[in-house]
């Protein structure tokens, strides 16, 4: 279910972020480096959007875990 709430959001993120890697070696291609730069610096960014994004979902994984455990003890 987890997987399900998360999985579209982290395609997206990871989708817009190969399209930014296309994006600057088409830049870097053509020899506009200050753009080149500013692309990759973007796609870092995302780069740590899915970070924070895997990490959001395994720590709620391991809350509803310790939830249910704490919930089965009483």
């Given at each position: 279910m987890i997987l399900l709430?998360?999985?579209p959001v982290?395609?997206?993120?990871?989708?817009?972020?190969?399209?930014?890697?296309?994006?600057?070696?088409?830049?870097?291609?053509?020899?506009?480096?200050?753009?080149?730069?500013?692309?990759?610096e973007f796609s870092s960014i995302y780069g740590m959007l899915l970070a924070v994004i895997s990490m959001s979902a395994m720590l709620f994984?391991?809350?509803?875990?310790?939830?249910v455990k704490i919930g089965s003890a009483v």
């Amino acid at each position: 279910m987890i997987l399900l709430i998360t999985l579209p959001v982290f395609i997206n993120v990871l989708f817009r972020r190969l399209v930014l890697g296309v994006a600057e070696a088409l830049s870097d291609f053509l020899g506009m480096t200050s753009s080149s730069r500013l692309i990759h610096e973007f796609s870092s960014i995302y780069g740590m959007l899915l970070a924070v994004i895997s990490m959001s979902a395994m720590l709620f994984i391991a809350s509803v875990i310790i939830c249910v455990k704490i919930g089965s003890a009483v």
